[in-house]
């Protein structure tokens, strides 16, 4: 049986790579395989392009383009595999990332992204979406907290992350059987026990 694509999103300091391993728990522990993931990466050179994106200043269609060839990678080695072979795999971001930061913070025409989206993986789609929903202030106090050098997209002002969320909220409005806002601000308890319930909804193969 065909394994399920679970993608999670949210503006940087959502808090959504601390939930990551809550979740591969839950689903290992259905004595499923999975696979954890990101993107831009998830491939030699996927983890290439992320370097250059992430860190050099360009043209927002020339990150739009990057993305989608870190992806195109992404989907023919690791994340098609992996699927037809029944593991469930997390991704780290996937292409409603793009949508929210070059669409939504960069104004990237959203058609020029369905283009590509269309391009590269026209017959796949998460099965399930996790987006994962802060108010701006909690993001940026998590980003400033953070010790490592901040990347480019860290480096954005409020204005920026402020039209990425909407454009995430937006995305959620439009797709509301796939994706499925938390809002990351709850506690821990709360959180976990939505996971809890939106992944085994999946394994029974219906939408909450
Ligand atoms: P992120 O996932 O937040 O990783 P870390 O937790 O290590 O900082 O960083 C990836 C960045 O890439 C994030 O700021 C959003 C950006 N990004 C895009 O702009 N477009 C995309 O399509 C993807 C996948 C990511």
């Known amino acids: 049986m065909r394994g399920k694509f679970i993608t999670l999103e949210g503006i940087d300091g959502a808090g959504k790579s ?9 689903i290992s522990a259905r004595k499923i395989e999975v696979i954890r993931t990101r993107e831009p990466g998830g491939t030699p050179l996927g983890e290439a392009l992320r370097g250059i994106v992430l860190n050099e ?3 927002a269609e020339t990150e739009a383009l990057l993305v989608f060839a870190s992806r195109r990678e992404h989907l023919a080695k690791v ?8 593991a469930w795999v997390i991704s780290d971001r996937f292409t409603d990332s793009t949508y929210a930061y070059q669409c939504g913070g960069r104004g990237l025409p959203e058609s020029r992204a369905a283009i590509l989206e269309d391009w ?4 796949l789609q998460p099965d399930l979406t996790i987006l994962f929903d802060a108010p701006l202030a909690i993001a940026r106090e998590r980003l ?9 997209f860290e480096r954005e002002q409020n204005e920026f992350f402020g039209r990425v969320k909407a454009a995430y909220l937006k995305r959620a409005a439009e797709f509301p059987g796939r994706i499925k806002v938390i809002d990351s601000a709850g506690s821990m308890d709360d959180i976990r026990s939505t996971l809890t319930i939106l992944l085994a909804a999946l394994d029974r193969d ?3």
């Open 18 to 26: 601390s939930h990551l391993a809550f979740i591969a728990d839950q």
């Open 57 to 59: 200043p360009m043209h």
């Open 79 to 86: 994340i098609e595999p992996a699927l037809a072979q029944g």
């Open 120 to 123: 590269v993986h026209r017959h």
């Open 144 to 152: 400033d907290r953070g010790t490592s050098e901040p990347d480019k």
């Open 206 to 208: 219906e939408r909450p």
